[in-house]
């Protein structure tokens, strides 16, 4: 079946620290890949999409490239604010499915 | 606000009592989506409505479980006889099409 591992957290970083955060997939065929944030109280919102192989998403400074060939959807920013405190979910959607198949997500914390 | 709405956005119940969550999508969206999140998981997929169509129940959908959505629009996820290991958050979720799904803030279930 599909699935999505992501690196464990929780991480916590300084201001202006580079951000990654290690994302990988099983699935058959080219899925959708997708990186969700959830804002401490908030829902989840769509941060990064990428459709097919080397497809790269961005959003707010964050950046993600479909690699097919490590079947990975790493997510990375390179100066991170206390704003980008939240949790971080990868997720994918198999081709001709509908639904979404998330990890277990990573908390990550900006320390000032 | 024309996003994605969850009502009760909080819910504690007694095991054994039967509890119904409502999920509004965006208006124009077909397609809607319920999942389960537990503490430190990412969300689990439950069932999928395609206007009024139920298409897709997954196994974590025990026969206590039923969602409807009359007439495409709204839809109700009622869980009876509540056990405690039904506590979780429940998110809906919507889309115009196989693409990003929005996600409403949750409904957060205690079951005592």
């Known amino acids: 079946g599909n699935s999505v591992t992501q690196m464990e957290g929780p991480v916590t970083l300084s201001e202006e620290a580079f951000l990654t955060i290690n994302c990988t997939y099983t699935a058959t065929g080219y899925p959708s890949l997708f990186w969700y944030v959830q804002y401490p109280g908030e829902g989840l919102q769509l941060l990064l999409k990428a459709t097919k192989a080397d497809d790269k998403g961005s959003n707010k400074g964050f950046e993600a490239t479909y690699r097919k060939e490590t079947t990975s959807f790493h997510l990375e920013k390179g100066s991170v604010q206390v704003s980008d405190s939240a949790v971080y979910f990868c997720?994918?959607?198999?081709?001709?499915?509908?639904?979404?198949?998330f990890g277990a997500g990573t908390t990550v914390t900006v320390r000032a | 606000d024309t996003g994605v709405s969850q009502n009760p956005r909080h819910k504690i119940t007694k095991r054994g009592q039967n509890v119904t969550f409502r999920c509004d999508p965006i208006s124009e969206h077909n397609r809607l989506y319920w999942y389960r999140q537990t503490l430190g998981q990412g969300p689990e997929f439950l069932t999928y409505f395609q206007n009024e169509a139920q298409l897709e129940k997954s196994r974590l959908l025990s026969d206590r479980f039923s969602a409807e959505r009359p007439k495409g629009s709204f839809s109700t996820l009622e869980i009876q006889r509540t056990e405690q290991g039904d506590s979780a958050m429940y998110l809906c979720a919507s889309s115009p099409a196989q693409n990003e799904q929005f996600f409403g803030p949750g409904t957060r279930l205690t079951v005592l």
């Open positions: 997720a994918l959607s198999a081709i001709n499915d509908y639904k979404l198949s």
